[in-house]
């Protein structure tokens, strides 16, 4: 089995997460653990209790905690973050797969494309890209990953229900900014989001979440509003 644990928490299990799945088994032999919550049905989950690679975890509400859980019920020292609506290809596992391979001691994402393809989630996606290329601060949907002993060293992934991935790449920033890698394969994830929102409404929403958590704001309190 290839050194490297696949985390996906999930709130649902639904289309997306199955088709996931069923390429992530298909093309690697990483263990791969879902972390789902407690009121999260296990109806479509049960053609993969059989594939010994598959680990079905569950955790509280929390898409941090279901996270850390999922480091927590995994072995392999490289860590991949997955969102359970993410698309990915041959060169990013095969990217992921190298890194391990080598021992590689490092942090980063991979590049986002959002999905469908218009010219508008083009440009979107390029300057999340460039934003996180510059300032060391990532998106979960960028696929995050790390060695495992960064990720201790820090005190574990970071608990919370939102921002969970702008604090851990803050705090590995703070202690390993010289090994953060921006791998430029690509993982899709879908643009709707902006599509249904609108792409301002979009931006600034996010923008404002961002900026009001370096302020100081509570996380679960930026979650209910954002969700609510």
């Known amino acids: 089995m290839?050194?490297?644990?696949?985390?996906?928490?999930?709130?649902?299990?639904?289309?997306?997460?199955?088709?996931?799945?069923?390429?992530?088994?298909?093309?690697?032999?990483?263990?791969?653990?879902?972390?789902?919550?407690d009121e999260c049905s296990v109806e479509g989950f049960s053609r993969?209790?059989?594939?010994?690679?598959?680990?079905?975890?569950?955790?509280?509400?929390?898409?941090?905690?279901?996270?850390?859980?999922?480091?927590?019920?995994?072995?392999?020292?490289?860590?991949?973050?997955?969102?359970?609506?993410?698309?990915?290809?041959?060169?990013?596992?095969?990217?992921?797969?190298?890194?391990?391979?080598?021992?590689?001691?490092?942090?980063?994402?991979?590049?986002?494309?959002?999905?469908?393809?218009?010219?508008?989630?083009?440009?979107?996606?390029?300057?999340?890209?460039?934003?996180?290329?510059?300032?060391?601060?990532?998106?979960g949907d960028q696929g995050m990953f790390f060695h495992r002993s960064l990720i201790c060293a820090i005190g574990g992934f970071p608990d919370q229900p939102l921002m969970e991935d702008v604090e851990v790449s803050r705090r590995l920033k703070l202690e390993y900014a010289d090994l953060f890698l921006p791998a430029e394969q690509i993982v899709q994830s879908s643009g709707k989001r902006w599509l249904t929102n609108g792409y301002m409404k979009t931006i600034l929403s996010m923008w404002s979440l961002r900026i009001r958590y370096f302020l100081g704001a509570s996380p679960q309190i930026l979650y209910d509003e954002y969700y609510g």
């Open 48 to 139: 993969f209790h059989r594939e010994a690679q598959v680990r079905l975890v569950t955790a509280r509400a929390s898409r941090g905690g279901q996270i850390r859980q999922g480091i927590v019920n995994s072995e392999s020292s490289l860590i991949w973050v997955l969102h359970a609506d993410s698309v990915i290809d041959d060169s990013t596992i095969k990217a992921i797969t190298e890194m391990a391979r080598r021992q590689d001691e490092v942090w980063g994402r991979f590049n986002l494309s959002l999905i469908p393809s218009t010219r508008m989630l083009q440009l979107i996606s390029f300057l999340i890209n460039f934003r996180s290329r510059k300032t060391k601060i990532c998106t």
């Open 2 to 37: 290839e050194n490297v644990a696949i985390v996906i928490p999930t709130k649902i299990i639904d289309s997306n997460l199955v088709s996931l799945l069923g390429h992530l088994l298909r093309r690697t032999s990483a263990e791969i653990v879902v972390v789902k919550t």
